[in-house]
Structure formats: C-alpha cells, structure tokens
C-alpha cells in the first residue's frame, strides 16, 4: 500500500520512494530522512513548488522528477545522490543561471544562449544534464571541471563545431548519444574509470581520428562509432564480450582487433567499413549477425574461428576484395546471401555441419570457379548460385533432395552437371541462361523439374536420363521444350554399344570433358578422395588413349577421323601438340609419351609395375593435376578442345 504524508505526497509502502507530489503544491518542501530515491514525474509540473531540500539518504533521482517547475529558485543536492534521469529539471525556468548556464545546485540543467563559442562549467559542478548543451552549433570550446562526474545523455549532440574535449575523470560513463554529430571532434580522451559507451555516443563524428578506448570498459553500445568516417584503427577492450549492432557502421577503419572473449557479432557491427583489410575473428565468438561486414569493400582476408555456430544474412555481402573463404565445421546455419556479390570470391569451402544452402548465398559471385555441396546438405536454396558467371564444376553430394528456383541460373561458363540419386526436385529456372551447358544427367529418383529449368540453354546437347525412363522425362514441365535433346541423347548411348566408335566421336568428346570436369572437383589434397580421385583418373584416361593416344591405323582415333574427313590438317595440328615437350631440362618427354606412360604403366594395366615406375607415374600424376604448373591436364585440354573445333 503507498504511503502519504500530511500534504498529500505519495510514498511507497517502505517510505523509501517518494511517488508523487500533488500539483497544487505550493512553497517550500522538505524531503524526510530514509528516503532513498525520488520517482519519474515525482514534482513534475508543480508550478506552485519554490524551493526543495533533498536529505543524505536520497541516491537517486529520476527522469523529469521536477519537470517543468516554473517556481523553483533553490534546490539542495547532497553528495549522496550519484544518478539523476533525463530531464530531471527540464522547464525549471526559475533556477539560477550563472555565465548562459542554468543550475540546479551541483546539476547543470543547460544553456540560455546555444549561439555562444565558448563555456565554462563552474566549479563543483558533479552532473552535466540530459541535452545540456544539445544543439549548440558554434560552440568550440568547453572548460569540464574535475568535479563533474556524470555526463548525460545527448549532452553534447549537434555541437558541430567542438574540436576537442576532456571528459573528467571521475567520469564512469559514456552516455547515450553524449558527443553524437559532434562532426569536427577529432580526437577525445576515455578516462580509465570508464566502464561503458553507450549508444550512439561518438556516432557521425565524422572527423575524429583517433580514440582510445580504455582497458576499463566492458560494454559498447549500439552504433557507438557508426559513421567515424576518419577513425582508422580501434582496439576493442579485453572486458567487452559483445560487439553491438552498428557499432563500427561506415567507420574508416583499416584494421580491428576483435579480443579473445567476444562472443557475438551484432548487426551491422562493422558494416560498410570501406577500408577495412583484414579480420580475424576468435575462437570465443559464436555468432556473426545479419550484416555485421556487408560492403567491407576492401576485405581481403578474412579468418572465422572454430566456435562460429551462425552466419547471419548478408553478413559478407558485397566484400568484393574477398577471394577465399573456409568456414568451420561449428558452423550449422549460414544466412541468406550471407557471400552474396563477393565479386572476387574465387573459393568457398561449406562444411558438412549445414542442411541447407540458403537463398542466395552465393549469388553473382562472377569469379567462383568451383563449388561442393557437402554432405549433410538436403536443400539447395532460391539463386543460391546465380549469375556465378565463372563456375565450371559443381558437386552435389547424395544427401541433397532439392533444387530451388534459379540455384544456378545464370552460371554461363557451366558445361556439365550430374545430379546425384537423391534429389527428387528441381525447381522453375535452375539451370536458365546456363548458356555454356553441354550435357546433363538426371537420375530415376527425380520426379519433377519446373518450369523453364534449362530454358535458354544453347549449347545443351546432352539430357542423360535413364534408359527407357525418356516418356516420363519428356512429360515433365521444365523438359517439354527439350523432349528431342532427351531421345536424342538416349539414341545415341545406346548406339555406343552397336555402331563403329567414329560415329560416336561427338559423343564421347562430350563424355570426356564432362569425366574431365569431374575430376577437376575432387581435391587431390583430401587423402579421404584419393582412390574416388584414381578412379576418376583411370575412367578419364581410357577415353583419352582411345580418343588421341592410339595409332594411326586405329578407326576410332579423333586423327583417323579427320584425316578420313578430309582435314588432315586438323589431324596433324593434334599430333603437333600432343608432340610439345613438357619439360624444357627433359628433351624426349611430350605430353602423349607421359600421358601412355601412365596408362601403360600405372592407370590401364594390372600388371606388375617396378617401385621406379610407380614413383614416375605418380610424380607425372602430381603434375598434370597442378594448377601452377604450365603443362597440366586444363592446359592439354584446353587445347585440345579448341583444335578439335
């Protein structure tokens, strides 16, 4: 029950909260002894009160407390209270003003004049209110005491031609939006007293070049330094275990340490930092938030710890410096268009710990050569891949079962795909504007594929589906406008076991480059697909030698053909470069003797082979499968492909 004393002023039952004081009150009042603290509005709008006396008891006092009390001259604020709330004494027009500035004893209220260049705050002066000097665009100059130990929040918003200033101390606090918009503030001392920024605080001080932020504070808040375009480099304090949304937003910093402790990444935390190069972000963080580096344009380096559980969407959006990334196996759910637009993005590495790759993740990344889906990954999400201009290979594990709208539209430099035994659906436009597409192969385990999935799709010469499955394929809405292509297809895979080789040729080019672009997506670094990577290999190299490797007399070498076609020329171009030295220190090996030195040797032969054989194949092997050397298997076939033409 609450309490009232003999004017009618409310108390809480404990007598240690004064409520309410009625409104009609008029003169002079005395706060009793054990109170502790003084309520919101508790005065607020009592015209009629002149002079108030705040006993040692009292510790705080509360927003708008004595709100717009027009009478009040005198107030007494013992060193006992150490919190007083927003407009605390807001519209007390009546208080004293000494040198353009309002008190009400050890509390600066505010200015009389915000036209005026410089102020000094008197000393003894404990608390700087709430908007005290909000607004004040000329000034540049501000003496603090040493006294002063509380600053308010927006204190000093909007003054836009502060330079410099020295926060006090005793000072524990940064409030909210203290120094927002403070546009030419370069440069500020944090006492180490201080134990939290608040929101906002230093946010559009656009100037400000250089902070320090102390060992002493453990919380940054929300867009604390958002849009410190001049800021270049901040380190984050040890205590601090979250770095809040926007707190970084639009700064110019070049680096960032993230400490070991920190563990979550808020929205937008360090979004559109231009120039920020390189993150490392620790061990101790859990979760990456929606957006927290979209369009940190100059990202180059980025390392994710090991305890990363999510990705939040778009929170590498447009960092279109960045050209690898590796995500750990922490990591169970990366958001939508979490990579989106990384230009420059070359390499991602998934790790088997998702089940879904979200709706765009990885869209209009133009330079991604290569993706695997992993397993464990049952969806492939809405333009996950679109508009990947560059991607060539792409492998998609057994656990997947669906294909969304447009996974892959768009990834024109696509020649081949096999779709794994698993997937049940594939969605409207997945394959649309796969222009470089050449052949396709569908399992039994599908039962829908939507509309115009492989529409625009010129080069596609090759719908693999199984033998007699073609009718139910043909039915299928995303393959009614390519029923021929599927026949056609089917025709000829059962001609390969009927008919003379040669009249196959197109056929098992195709067949080779498609066992070719397999064998590009297996890691032949990952010792766990070395023997998927020999099988490949071997499968690869049996067609090759039929195709290119054998004599002249043969009827189903890709030279007897031309050369019976009438285009020697063409033949003789084929020997010519299957004849080229591979090494300049080695005068007798070209490419085709290494090439039937691994089939003879190694790859096409179950004989007995000797240790010096087997190290020789196995160091040709490593050759041809490295992308740095210059003779390799994307430079023989390559070759190839564009003489055979």
Same mark, same amino acid.
């Given at each position: ?20 004081? +009625? ?11 054990? @109170? ?78 915000? !036209? ?8 003894? /002066? ?18 603090? =005491?040493?006294?002063? !130990? ?27 939006? !203290? ?34 932020? =102390? ?7 929300? &867009? ?34 993230? +400490? ?67 995500? =750990?196996? &922490? ?29 765009? @993740? ?9 993706? /695997?889906? +992993? ?25 997947? /079962? ?99 080789? @040669? ?143």
């Amino acid at each position: 029950m609450a309490y009232f004393d003999k004017f009618g002023v409310e108390f809480t039952d404990d007598r240690k909260t004064l409520v309410r004081c +009625p409104e009609d009150f008029k003169g002079e009042y005395i706060i009793p002894d054990g @109170v502790t603290s003084i309520g919101e509005n508790a005065f607020s709008n009592c015209r009629g009160l002149t002079s108030i006396a705040i006993g040692n008891s009292v510790a705080h006092i509360g927003d708008s407390a004595f709100l717009c009390c027009t009478s009040l001259t005198s107030i007494t604020i013992p060193s006992t209270v150490y919190s007083i709330g927003d407009d605390a004494f807001g519209g007390c027009t009546a208080l004293p003003i000494i040198d353009n500035i309002r008190y009400a004893d050890t509390y600066l209220v505010g200015v009389t004049d915000n !036209t005026l260049l410089t102020y000094n705050i008197k000393v003894g /002066t404990s608390f700087i209110g709430s908007r005290a000097f909000l607004g004040c665009r000329f000034l540049n100059s501000v003496s603090i =005491p040493d006294s002063v !130990t509380s600053i308010g929040n927006w204190a000093f918003e909007g003054c836009r031609s502060l330079t410099l200033i020295k926060i006090p101390d005793g000072v524990t606090c940064v409030q909210e939006s !203290t120094f927002k918009g403070c546009y030419n503030l370069t440069s500020i001392n944090i006492p180490n007293g201080v134990k939290s920024i608040g929101k906002e605080a230093f946010k559009c001080c656009y100037n400000l070049t250089h902070i320090e932020i =102390p060992n002493s504070v453990v919380s940054i808040g929300e &867009s604390a330094f958002e849009e410190c375009r001049g800021l270049t480099s901040v380190i984050i304090p040890n205590g601090v275990k979250s770095i809040e949304g926007g707190t970084f937003y639009g700064c110019g910093i070049t680096s960032v340490t993230i +400490p070991n402790g920190v563990t979550g990444i808020g929205i937008s935390a360090f979004g559109a930092c231009l120039r920020l190069t390189s993150v490392v972000i620790p061990n101790s963080v859990t979760s990456i938030g929606r957006l927290a580096f979209y369009r940190c344009t100059c990202l180059t380096s980025l390392t994710i710890g090991n305890n990363v559980v999510s990705i939040g969407e778009s929170a590498f959006e447009e960092c279109n410096c960045l050209t690898s990334v590796t995500i =750990p196996n &922490s990591v169970t759910s990366i958001g939508k268009e979490a990579f989106k637009s990384c230009y420059n993005l070359t390499y991602i590495e998934f790790p088997n710990s998702i089940t879904h790759i979200e709706e765009g @993740v990885c869209a209009v990344c133009r330079n991604l050569h290569s993706v /695997t889906i +992993p397993n464990g990954v049952i969806n492939i999400g809405i333009s996950a891949f679109g508009a990947c201009r560059s991607l060539t290979s792409v492998t998609i594990s057994h656990s997947v /079962t669906s294909i969304d709208w447009g996974a892959f539209c768009g990834c024109n430099s696509l020649k081949s795909v096999t779709i794994p035994d698993s997937v049940t659906s594939i969605g409207d436009n997945v394959f649309y504007g796969c222009t470089s597409l050449i052949s396709i192969t569908l399992p039994n385990s599908v039962k829908s594929i939507g509309k115009e999935a492989f529409d625009d799709c010129g080069s596609l010469k090759n719908i693999i589906v199984p033998l007699g499955q073609e009718d139910r394929f043909c039915e299928m809405e995303g393959l009614k406008e390519h029923a021929d292509i599927i026949r056609k297809t089917s025709e000829q895979q059962i001609m390969f076991y009927e008919k003379p080789f @040669v009249e196959m040729l197109s056929f098992n080019i195709d067949q080779l480059n498609y066992r070719y672009t397999v064998l590009q997506s297996i890691k032949t670094n990952d010792p766990q697909r070395r023997h998927e990577y020999l099988m490949v290999f071997d499968s690869f190299l049996v067609l090759f030698r039929a195709l290119y490797l054998e004599n002249g007399n043969k009827q189903y070498s890709v030279q007897n053909y031309f050369t019976e076609k009438g285009l020697p020329e063409k033949a003789q171009a084929i020997n010519n470069f299957l004849d080229t030295l591979v090494f300049e220190w080695h005068p007798d090996l070209t490419i085709r003797k290494m090439l039937k030195f691994i089939a003879d040797k190694f790859i096409c032969h179950a004989d007995p082979i000797s240790k010096e054989d087997l190290a020789q194949s196995n160091f040709y092997m490593s050759h041809l499968s490295n992308p740095y050397t210059k003779i390799n298997l994307q430079f023989i076939m390559d070759n190839l492909n564009a003489l055979i033409k």
